[in-house]
């Protein structure tokens, strides 16, 4: 599946009443999506590298697909309708039986999580892009007031 997509990176992870902001964005433009405390939670943990006791549900995925001879070649947030997000994971598998590649549905806040525990890049559809609010100068407020 060949879709028109732009990366984006994490810029910001942000407590709200009923959750948590992840804003993700490029040079060019910054969006929001909304997850629950727990997703946000674990971005966090991810991205400041936090040492954990104990595997969290995104660490055991990994693990399992490193088990498998599996990897997360990127992620696709592909499609957006009223505020809900869709995604895809493109898993790529090579080992002695020959090499496959499986695109997985998934919610963008898990695959987000996978992204950056395996350090791999996130995409998001140029459609998904032209059809959000850019949250820039927003993001931009809120990390003014952090300093």
């Known amino acids: ?14 407590p709200t009443s009923n959750g948590c902001a992840i804003f993700l964005g ?18 966090n943990m991810t991205m400041n590298q936090v040492k954990k006791e104990r595997p969290l549900t995104h660490d055991l995925i990994g693990l399992i697909l490193k088990g498998l001879e ?3 070649e990127r992620v696709l947030i592909n499609d957006v309708d009223e505020g809900t997000f869709f995604a895809r994971i493109i898993l790529r598998m090579e080992n ?3 090499k496959k590649i499986i695109e997985l549905d998934a919610r963008p806040s898990d695959s987000i999580v996978l992204a950056l525990q395996m350090k791999k890049p996130i995409f998001v559809a140029d459609k998904v892009l032209e059809n959000v609010e850019d949250m820039s100068e927003i993001l931009e407020r809120i990390l003014k007031k952090q300093d």
């Open 1 to 14: 599946m060949s879709i028109d997509s732009s990366e984006v990176t994490v810029k910001g992870v942000m």
């Open 70 to 72: 599996a990897s997360i």
């Open 96 to 98: 002695e039986l020959g």
């Open 26 to 43: 490029n040079d060019i433009k910054t969006f929001v999506i909304y997850v629950d405390p727990a997703i946000g939670n674990a971005i």
